[in-house]
């Protein structure tokens, strides 16, 4: 079992930057692949970026460029550094957590990212 908990989400104004953090507990972090989604009101959730055990990334098109996933199996989190930030990255995001092995996800709560123009 493994317990996500994101935090870093705010209010930014348009071409500002934010750090968002998961941090992992409860299981050997790096046995997860993980991932950052998003979802904003009536659309569904959506893949921002992922790292994979091995530490190999990728992102979703609307982010490339702008967006870097990183992780520290040292903390046992992982990171979202997003840059160039627009209103339509305003979405609560979510870190999750998929085993190698099983593939089975689990998933944080949440982060609310609000991007004003």
């Known amino acids: 079992q493994v317990q996500l908990v994101e935090s870093g989400g705010g209010l930014v104004q348009a071409g500002g930057s934010l750090r968002l953090s998961c941090a992992a507990s409860?299981?050997?972090?790096?046995?997860?692949?993980m991932g950052w989604h998003r979802q904003s009101p009536g659309k569904q959730r959506e893949l921002v970026a992922a790292?994979?055990?091995?530490?190999?990334?990728t992102y979703a098109d609307s982010v490339k460029g702008r967006v870097t996933i990183s992780r520290d199996n040292a903390k046992n989190t992982v990171y979202l550094q997003m840059n160039s930030l627009k209103p339509e990255d305003t979405a609560v995001y979510y870190c999750?957590?998929?085993?190698?092995?099983?593939?089975?996800?689990?998933w944080g709560q949440g982060t609310q990212v609000t991007v004003s123009s």
């Open positions: 999750n957590a998929v085993r190698v092995t099983t593939r089975y996800a689990y």
């Open positions: 409860g299981s050997i972090f790096s046995r997860y692949d």
């Open positions: 790292i994979s055990s091995g530490g190999r990334t």
